[in-house]
């Protein structure tokens, strides 16, 4: 079975603070398949011959149109749009750790405009990382009207939510070294010493597409720019204690089990 045909006539166009795009289908698509920048932004009807990206990133934004049909993708439809937003930067820091180790880690921002909300994934590998909680302690986000974390933990990825009342004068404020809320987490028993475990913000991830957006400007979304988290495990020094080492070898293995029984 050979793919659909590509649309045609793509075209982006900036509107006010969103990218607007429009093009002719040559087919009977079953769904059509947007991307911008590389990732997946919406899976859309196939009849539709339009769609508006109301959180674009800033700068350069450069889309992907594709047609679906039986499973099958068409070749991909490519515009670019420059689109002047507000900047700014959600980030995940740099760890170090050992295995079976608890972390309390912040996610943190830089905004540009004080701020009503948001929505961010971060993925991780859930064999090395696991996310047990998410809160606001010590965060920058008290007093926030709807706060919500969702975990996947056999994927690994964690949808964090967070709105202030658009009628309402609370907000975050503008400004560095903002945070966000606080991940507690842990790396697993079993991840080796060596090995680079990255916490990852992607600009859109999960199914439905969970995008990361900052909301500002009486309830505008923004695409941020982000950065990846990183932990470092190391081996643990003689006599730590590790999750799960229960005979004390500094390892995870059968041979905890038996100490147990």
Sequence with gaps: IAPPQPVTSLNCAVAGESVELTWQNNSDYASIEIARNGSILANIVGDSSGFIDTSPEPGLNQYEVRGVLLGLSSAASSCSSEVSVPVNLVSLPSLDATP??????????VLELPTEGFSIPISYDPLLFAVDAVDLQDADTAGADFFM?????????????LIFDSEDIQHIPAGNNRVLCRILGHVTPTTPAG????????????????????????GAGYSPSRT??????????????????????????????????
């Design 195 to 218: 090995t680079s475990l990255i916490l990852s913000l992607p600009a859109t991830a999960g199914l439905p597409p969970i995008s990361a957006v900052i909301v500002q400007n009486n």
């Design 100 to 109: 079976g180790e608890g972390l309390e880690i912040p996610l943190s921002a």
């Design 149 to 161: 974390a969702e975990t996947d933990g056999v994927s690994g990825l964690t949808s964090i939510f």
């Design 228 to 261: 990846d988290g990183q932990i470092a495990v190391n081996s643990a020094p003689a006599g730590a204690f590790i999750r799960g080492d229960a005979n004390g070898d500094t390892t995870i293995d059968l041979a905890d089990a038996i100490s147990v029984l």
